[in-house]
């Protein structure tokens, strides 16, 4: 965000980042953990690279992930960075409900610009017809309230993370957690991640 890349953040730039900067620390091989579309990234490498000893997406499906939704929410929230600022609401530990609609964008074009690149070029990607080219152990967690409605500002979007398709992800190779009760915002706490992230690590790289 500090230095955004507004027409070069693609699944083939970010896999050449994300290398970079394990050969900068003299990695070799390595886990991969992140959240919502830092789990998208992760994702991505993982079809790109054969030096994955895990990996793990929180918070966004490996299976029918909301591609075409998420490029129509950041198509709109590039938009908005034009508009006058709307209310003002932050996602907190321990808020029970996030108001997305009520969100500033604060952001700026560029910053916005580089994820609309990214889910464009994501737009033809099918998650279901990739699932044998991942190599490495594989962990998916969601919390079971994940869905955020958007408003008529993005266009009605609906995003549900917690309704994965159980059974297509197991059946791919995927070892899955449910949260039970959490939204987006809080399934993503160190307090809830660590629990289930440590143990299943230790599992199967013996870290």
Not at 161 to 187: C, F, K, M, N, Y
């Amino acid at each position: 965000m500090a230095s955004p890349a507004p027409d070069t953040l693609t699944p083939d730039n970010i896999t050449s980042d994300i290398l970079a900067v394990a050969n900068s620390a003299g990695i070799d091989q390595f886990a991969y953990y992140g959240y919502s579309w830092l789990a998208l990234r992760g994702l991505q490498l993982a079809l790109r690279t054969d030096r994955l000893t895990a990996l793990v997406m929180g918070g966004f499906p490996p299976v029918d992930g909301p591609y075409k939704a998420m490029l129509q929410v950041t198509e709109a929230t590039h938009r908005m960075t034009s508009e006058p600022p709307q209310r003002t609401s932050q996602p907190t530990a321990s808020s029970d409900e996030f108001d997305w609609n009520s969100i500033d964008i604060a952001l700026t074009g560029a910053q916005t610009r580089q994820f609309v690149t990214l889910y464009r070029a994501l737009g033809e990607f099918d998650d279901r017809t990739i699932q044998g080219r991942i190599l490495c152990p594989r962990m998916c967690f969601v919390g079971s309230q994940d869905v955020i409605e958007y408003g008529d500002r993005w266009g009605g979007v609906r995003v549900a993370p917690a309704d994965l398709d159980l059974d297509a992800a197991r059946s791919a190779g995927w070892d899955i957690e449910v949260l039970d009760g959490l939204d987006h915002t809080q399934a993503m706490q160190p307090a809830h991640v660590l629990p289930i992230l440590k143990p299943w690590l230790e599992k199967v790289v013996g870290v």
